[in-house]
C-alpha cells in the first residue's frame, strides 16, 4: 500500500513529499498538468523559508538561482529602512517561482518520491484503515493517508465537504512576461509617477530583455481560469500608465484576483488540506508559496510519525491547531495591506499614518515579522520563552545548528553534557555542544525546529519527549 498519496505538484506537495521520504514514507504525488507551469506567480522566499531550506541543506541550490535582498521595511507597499531581524537569513532571496519549483521537484525526485504527471483526483473514500483515490484515467489507489495540495480550487477539498468562507475577489491584476521596445529610463519615470496612486502597476527586468508586467484589469473575468489576452494587457497599460510599452512577444499570460477564504478544517480522518488548497489571498508581501511550504514543513514530520507507529494520539491534530491561525494572521494582514493601498480618502489618511508609525524600528519589525513569519510561537503552554519558536541558526562551538537538522530528526542540544534521550535515539539525535547565543541550558527541537523544551530539569525533558515523539524505547 502506499503510505501518502499527495494531490498537486507545486511547491506544497514536493516539499511534503521529500519530508516524508525523510523518514522512508512511500510516497506518490499526483499532478494533473503534463508538464511544469510557466507562470510566475511567486517572485522570492523570505526569511522562515530560507531557514526551512537551510533545515534540509537545500539553501546553497536555491542562492545559486536567487539574488539576495534587504529584508524590506515594506508593509503595503510603505517602503522603510530594513529593520534588524532574529535569523541568520534576514533577506529576501529573489528567485522566480518557476526555479523554486524546478529545484523542489528535483529534491523531491532525488529524496525519491514517485512523481506521477498527468493524472488527478476525481473522487475519494476512506476507512479506519486508509484512503481510496479515484483517478482521472478510471483507476483507483489505496493510500494509508491523502494530502490534498491541489491549489485554491482544490478537487480534494470539495470531496471532503470542507468550508472555504471568504471573501470572493473584487478586483483583478493582469500578469506576463513580454518584451518591450521602450527604453527603461522611460518606462522607470512613468512607473514612478504612476505607483504614486496605483500600486498594483508595476514593471521589472527579469534578464534577456524580458519583463515581467503587472496591470490592474479593467473588471472580473467570467471565468477568471482563462488567461487574459495579449490585447487586454496592451489595452489596460494605455489605460492606467498612458502607454504600453511597445510591449511584444509574450511568453506567458495570467491573471489573479484578491479573493481571501480559509479553509474551515484542515482535516478530515485521514485527509489533509496544505497550501493554497487551504487558504488563499491576495499576493502583497510575497507570503503565499511561503506559506505553503512551511505548512508541508509542519506536517511532513507528523505525518511520517503516525505511519512509522511513533506518533502520539493528538499528534497529527497539531497540524491544525498550528497552521490554521497563521493563515488566518496571514489572511489579515494581506486584508490590511489591500486596504492601506486603496485610494479612497480614509485609507490613504491610515497609510500616512502608518507610515510615520513605520519610522519606529519596534513597529517596522513587527510588520517585517508578519511578513517572513519569524515571530511564529506557536502555542505549547508555559515554560521558557523559547517554547513553541522556531529556532535561528546558532554558531556552535563545533559548527552550525541547521547543519545538525539535515535528516529531519528531533534534536536534543545539550549544553550541560548531563541530559539524555537515549530511548528515543531512533528518532531524536543528542548532541552536546555549546552557543554564545543559546540563553539555555538545554533545548529540544522538533523536526521542524521549533522548540518543544528548553531548561534542564530532567523530568520535564522527559514529558516533552513523551508529547512530541512518543513513548520512548525500553533499554
Request: net charge negative; glycine share 12%; with cysteine.
Amino acid at each position: 500500500m502506499i503510505d501518502v498519496i499527495i494531490a498537486g505538484g507545486g511547491p506544497t506537495g514536493m516539499m511534503l513529499g521529500a519530508e516524508l521520504r525523510l523518514h522512508g514514507i512511500r510516497v506518490v504525488v499526483l499532478e494533473k498538468d503534463l508538464e511544469q507551469s510557466k507562470v510566475v506567480r511567486s517572485m522570492g522566499l523570505h526569511a522562515r523559508s530560507i531557514e526551512v531550506m537551510d533545515q534540509r541543506g537545500l539553501l546553497e541550490r536555491f542562492l545559486e538561482h536567487g539574488t539576495k535582498y534587504p529584508v524590506g521595511g515594506s508593509f503595503a507597499g510603505i517602503v522603510k529602512s530594513p529593520p534588524s531581524l532574529d535569523s541568520a537569513h534576514a533577506y529576501i532571496l529573489g528567485i522566480p517561482q518557476t526555479v523554486t519549483d524546478r529545484l523542489l521537484i528535483e529534491h523531491a525526485a532525488e529524496a525519491g518520491v514517485e512523481i506521477r504527471r498527468g493524472l488527478e483526483v476525481t473522487g475519494l473514500s476512506q476507512d479506519d484503515d486508509g484512503v481510496d483515490v479515484e483517478l482521472s484515467d478510471g483507476t483507483t489507489l489505496r493510500s494509508r493517508y491523502l494530502v490534498g495540495c491541489d491549489g485554491g480550487r482544490s478537487t480534494v477539498r470539495k470531496l471532503l465537504g470542507i468550508g472555504f468562507p471568504g471573501e470572493p475577489a473584487t478586483a483583478e491584476t493582469l500578469l506576463g512576461e513580454m518584451e518591450l521596445t521602450e527604453d527603461w529610463e522611460t518606462v522607470l519615470a512613468v512607473m514612478t509617477e504612476v505607483r504614486k496612486t496605483q500600486l498594483r502597476f508595476g514593471l521589472s527586468p527579469i534578464g534577456d530583455g524580458v519583463y515581467r508586467v503587472g496591470v490592474p484589469a479593467e473588471g472580473l473575468a467570467e471565468d477568471p481560469r482563462v488567461p487574459p489576452t495579449f490585447e487586454e494587457i496592451k489595452r489596460q497599460l494605455k489605460a492606467v500608465a498612458g502607454s504600453d510599452f511597445g510591449v511584444h512577444s509574450p511568453r506567458w499570460l495570467s491573471r489573479f484576483g484578491d479573493a481571501t477564504r480559509l479553509a474551515e478544517r484542515y482535516r478530515v480522518g485521514r485527509a489533509f488540506l496544505a497550501g493554497d488548497a487551504a487558504h488563499i489571498h491576495p499576493p502583497v508581501g510575497g507570503q503565499g508559496l511561503n506559506l505553503g511550504v512551511q505548512d508541508a514543513f509542519n506536517l511532513g514530520w507528523k505525518l511520517a510519525a503516525a505511519v512509522n507507529g511513533w506518533a502520539p494520539a493528538d499528534l497529527l491534530d497539531t497540524y491544525q491547531s498550528e497552521r490554521h491561525p497563521v493563515a488566518a494572521a496571514v489572511l489579515d494582514n494581506t486584508r490590511a495591506q489591500m486596504q492601506l493601498m486603496s485610494l479612497d480618502p480614509g485609507s490613504q489618511a491610515v497609510r500616512r499614518l502608518l507610515a510615520e508609525l513605520m519610522e519606529f524600528e519596534d513597529v517596522s519589525r513587527y510588520l517585517t515579522e508578519k511578513i517572513t513569519a519569524t515571530a511564529i510561537r506557536y502555542d505549547f503552554g508555559d515554560g521558557h520563552e523559547l517554547l513553541g519558536r522556531r529556532m535561528r541558526d546558532l554558531d556552535l562551538k563545533q559548527g552550525h545548528l541547521y547543519g545538525l537538522t539535515r535528516g529531519g530528526r528531533g534534536l536534543l542540544l545539550d549544553q550541560t553534557g548531563e541530559l539524555s534521550a537515549r530511548g528515543w535515539a531512533d528518532r531524536v539525535d543528542h548532541v552536546v555542544d555549546v552557543s554564545e547565543e543559546l540563553d539555555a541550558p538545554a533545548v529540544l527541537l522538533r523536526p521542524d525546529g521549533h522548540v518543544a523544551w528548553a531548561g534542564e530539569d530532567r523530568q520535564e525533558l522527559l514529558t516533552a519527549l513523551r508529547r512530541w515523539f512518543g513513548e520512548g524505547q525500553v533499554l
